[in-house]
Every structure is written in C-alpha cells, then in structure tokens.
C-alpha cells in the first residue's frame, strides 16, 4: 500500500527520491520519510543521516529544507499506518539498534510480537509502535551473531583481524545481503523491504515475498520502488521482484538472488507506458483526467481480442483448453471494493451468455467460510493491482481446493498473473487517483469478452450475436466519448444543488444493481457523503424508511427496448420511482435518450446512449462517477487521496 523509493547513481539522490514517492502518493499515505548515506559523518560515527514527519510529503521537504541532508546513495517511503499511530516515531525508514541501518517495509509481519520478545531479551531496544522495526532489529541480530562466529575455515583471531572500524563503530564482516536472507527467513507474513548500510556504501538490497517491488535499470544509475511510476520517468528498463526473491543494487549494477543464495537472472521488462500517462495532463485531478481516459481504456482493453467481421473473441496465453471451458461446471468469482462490483456485473454476463452458474465471493471473505470447490470449477479473480492480498489469498484457496483460475489484471506481470492458467489484461495504463474509474469500466469490458468467449467456445451463442455483439462493444468507446462531452456541466449544477446532502441511496436492477453500487461506493469514497447501494425491488422490505424531502435517490433506469426482460426491469423500477416521490424523495435518474416518460415523473434525469442491456453498465456508471467527482470538489475534499484509504492493498 505504501511507497518505496531508492536511489544509487551519480545524481544526487534526495531530489530523486523525493519525486518519485511523489509519483506514488496516490497508494495512499500518512507519513513519509528519508534516509541517505555516503555523505559526512555524523556526530554518533555513522554517515547515514535520516529524517522524517507525519502527514503529507511537503512536510518532510520543510524538514529536509530546514536540516538539509545528502549523500551518495539513499531510500524513501511513504507509510500508511497498519501498527502504531502516524507519527514521527513510526514513519519509516526504521534504524537498528546502532542506528547505522535503516529498512523501509511494506506489508505485514504477522509474528512481529514473539520476535519482539526474542530480541528485547538479547537487549535490543525498540523506539516505535511498529512491525518494520523489527525486521532492522533482526538484521542487526544477524549481523551481530555472524560478528560473534567465526567464518568457516577461519579462526576467531583471523575474524577480528577482517573487521574494519568506521568512527567508533565496527564494520560487520557479514554483508548486508546475506544478513537481509537469514533475517526474512526468521519473518512470518508479507513484506517488501529496502535496506541500507553505513557500512556498505552504494549498496541497498530489497527483498519481496507478497507486496510489489520493482527494479529500475538506468543508464549507470539504478532503483528500487514499490510501484513503476515512481522512478518511471528515469527509466522503463524493470525487473519485477519475484516473491522469494533478493536484489542487490551497486554503482556496478543489479544482481539477483534467491533467499537461498542461489543467483537468478536479470529478467529487464521494457515498460511502453508513456510517463505522460502518470500526470494531470492539464486536469485539475488525477481522477477527473482517468474518467475522460475511460473511451481508450475500453478500446485499448479491446483491442486485438475480437474480429469485428466474424465476431470471434481471441483470448491469448489462455493455459485452459477449450474442453476445460466446455467441461466447466461453475465459475467463482473473487474480487474486493470496485472489482466485485465489477464481477458482480460479470455474473450477469456469463450467465446470460454462457449459461454458466456464477458465484460472486468478497475476496476477503472467501477462504474464511471452508468454501465447496469443485476440479471442474474455474477462479475468477479480478484486481486492478494484481497484487490485493486478499484477493491473491483467494486465488490460493480456490487452487488448493482444486480449481483453475484466471485473472483480470490492470498490471502486466502481477502477483496474481503469476499463479493463474490465463490473464486478460486490462490495457487502461496507471490509474493514480485512488478511486477506480477507468480500471473498472476496462474491467467490465474484459468481463464481457470474457463472457462472449465462453459462450462461443460452449456454443449458447450464434455467430450472428456474436457479430451483433461484437459491433455494439465497438461503439461503446464512442458512446462514453459522447457521455462526457454532454453530461459533465450538468452533474457539476447537480452538484451544486446535492453537495451538502449528509445520505445518498443509490437503486438499480439486475445488471444495473452492481452500477448502484459502485456509484454510493465512489461518493463515500471521495465526498465522505454516507451512500448505499440498494436493489430497487428491496425498498419495501426496509428502506423505504429512510425517505423523506432531504435524501437523494439516484435511481438507474435504463432499458434495451429489443430485450422484453429489459423492458420489464425498466417499468418495475418505474414503480419504485413512484414510490419515492411518493414520500418525496429527491429522485435523480439515469434514463436512455429520448426516454421522456421518466421526466414525467422525476425532478433531475442525466441521459445517456442507447446500448445492448450487458453493456449498459459501462455507460451507466459514467454519470456516477462525474457527479461523485463534482460532489467531493465542492466539499473541499481530497478527491485523489481520500483519507483512510490505499490505492494497493496488499495486506489483509
């Protein structure tokens, strides 16, 4: 969830480090904090110099401006708090008990409490609240133990003699590396680390099991971050850390490791994100500037995958046969946040089209409940990072219990790709604001070819639908292109009117209920307006409770009049409208063009184009996004960064 940035170059590494945690502050986080080494001593022997500050990046540049620091080489982070409060004290880095080490740690070590004990009873002394402490305690814990045993074929004496002094401090004769390998192996639970010496200069050395962790190759320079777009402007050339895996970054270059000791390729990936796609592009905000992204996200995600002349969809790197697809008794879907929603919208389409029963799981739930899977039943697991741990301890339940699984990932390579039998990527490029927007509607639309695929390969569908289907997905970029030049003027007057509302209830149908809910979840999530989603047959068995003159009902209803079971949804949530402007509930609908019956009946209607019902989602949920957007503007809210929240959560 965090940031991670180091630096080892020619140039000095404060400003580098300092703009690329910049570039990642859309993981969220609450702290942040340097460490450089090379420079002058200090006072206590050691030339590694740290500072820190809770709260936003531009308080640690007022403390670096006022105690300017420098060196050689260095690493950052930006830490959202899972132990201990923010606070100086526990922003990372963390120093070691001879404050000669630092390590920046992001995820969780879940048995931070029994070592702990183990090395307070060997006398180390711990200075803040967190788990990250510890793994420096440990490192030094190994360096000390490694001090204090001779090397094989080497006397105690001969030992000594190898030690070389720095100031008052002695030099460990173990290197870092080897130090940083048997500590992680003495952790439980999920890290990626960067660790750093005053001993070892132009060294740092990362470690990875479970969160994110990439290295930058440049030109006689290298990096470590905890995501490509902190140090994408220096470099496209990266190798993404493999769990398990250790790197150790020189002025000489970068080496590879296992946490056996066992060397490991270089595996450089050359990134074709233009860095442009990581800033503003002229937007007052990184989220308004990924909704306008959205018509090349779905066509970029589109792209290559169908013939427009045959109908036919092409999923590529599929490890799962065309049998197993045919044979398969059930999908399993598991997703959190806007994923589910998504893949409660994919639900409808597989079904629809497939005739495949589908589960949908909260990720975070699924392992908990001793699911029943079955060998001829397919996972399904859809994140914009690739690398949601609750979402990847899903994955390893569902293969434990025997199933395949498949992955629909906005990042190339992701933890999550690793372990599935296929992945349909999500073309959208970074999404830098924390609510999702274009990663969803790209998500919604690998779900769609996902579903017209299965139903070609199992045969529910003619190859005329197939084309009809086909062609109206390629009008869809084209139709939300004329959603955001009609529409956005008006959700930002709506705005005008809805911004001080303190509820918001969000109704939609089949298909259109997961897009009610994705709309409440982005008005909490950036205007910290209460929301719910709620299926509009359910309002008489409750929520009708709730309406009066002050709540604003944000009713979906949409219909494709060829589908007679569209038609029906649409006329049944006719009458749920009614029966909040019965109790005079401020309605605001989301209707298809020229409908003029429902204005009849409401005081506000966004209009948006004609399409086939599954693919009326992706338009839908445009209207709600912007009008969420206009709503968190007006309130003085933090629109990309929205408190208490990560963009990657990639711990549990």
Known sequence: ???????????????????????????????????????????????????????????????????????????????????????????????????????VHNGIVENYLALKATLIAKGHTFVSETDTEIIAHLIQDELELASATPHEHETVEEANESEAVLGDRTRPSLPLEEAVRRAVKRVTGAFAIGVMSAHEPDKLVAARMGPPAVIGIGEGEYFVASDVPGILHHTRN?????????????????????????????????????????????????????????????????????????GKVFLAEMQISEQEFKDATQITIAACGTSWHAGLAGKFMIERLARLPVDVDYASEYRYRDPIADSKGLGLLITQSGETADTIAAQKELIAKGSKTLAICNVVGAAVSREAQGTITTNAGPEIGVASTKAFTAQLTALFLFALYLAQVRGTITEAQSRELVDELSKVPGKVEEILRSIDDQCCTLAKSFSTARDFLFLGRGIHYPIALEGALKLKEISYIHAEGYPAGEM?????????????????????PNDPSSVLKYEKTLS????????????????????????????????????????????????????????AVRRGCDVDQPRNLAKSVTVE
């Open 1 to 103: 969830m965090c940031g991670i940035v180091g630096y080892i170059g020619p140039k000095p590494p404060v400003p580098i480090i300092i703009e690329g945690l910049r570039r990642l502050e859309y993981r969220g986080y609450d702290s942040a904090g340097i460490a450089v080494a090379g420079g002058p001593v200090q006072a206590n022997g050691s030339s590694l110099v740290l500072r820190r500050a809770p709260g936003k990046l531009r308080n640690l540049e007022a403390v670096i401006a006022e105690r300017p620091i420098e060196g050689t080489f260095g690493i950052g982070h930006t830490r959202w708090a899972t132990h201990g409060r923010p606070t100086e004290e526990n922003a990372h880095p963390h120093r070691d008990g001879t404050g000669t080490l630092v390590v």
């Open 238 to 310: 990266m190798h993404f850390l493999q769990d398990g895996e250790i790197a150790v970054l020189t002025p000489a270059g970068v080496t590879i490791t296992d946490f056996q000791g066992a060397p490991l390729p270089l595996k450089v990936v050359r990134i074709a994100w233009d860095p442009i796609q990581a800033e503003k592009a002229g937007y007052k905000h990184f989220m308004l500037k990924e909704i306008n992204e959205q018509p090349r996200a779905i066509r970029d995600t589109t792209l290559g995958r169908v013939s427009l002349e045959t």
């Open 540 to 560: 008489k068995h409750g929520p009708n409770a709730l309406i009066d003159e002050t709540l604003p009902v944000v009713c979906i209803a949409t219909k494709d």
């Open 576 to 631: 749920n409208i009614q029966e909040v402007t019965a109790r005079s509930g401020r309605v605001i609908a989301v209707a298809i063009n020229g409908d003029d019956q429902i204005g009849q009946l409401v005081e506000h209607v966004i209009h948006i184009p004609q399409a086939p019902e599954l693919l009326l989602p992706i338009l839908e949920v445009v209207p709600l996004q912007l009008l969420a957007y206009h709503i």
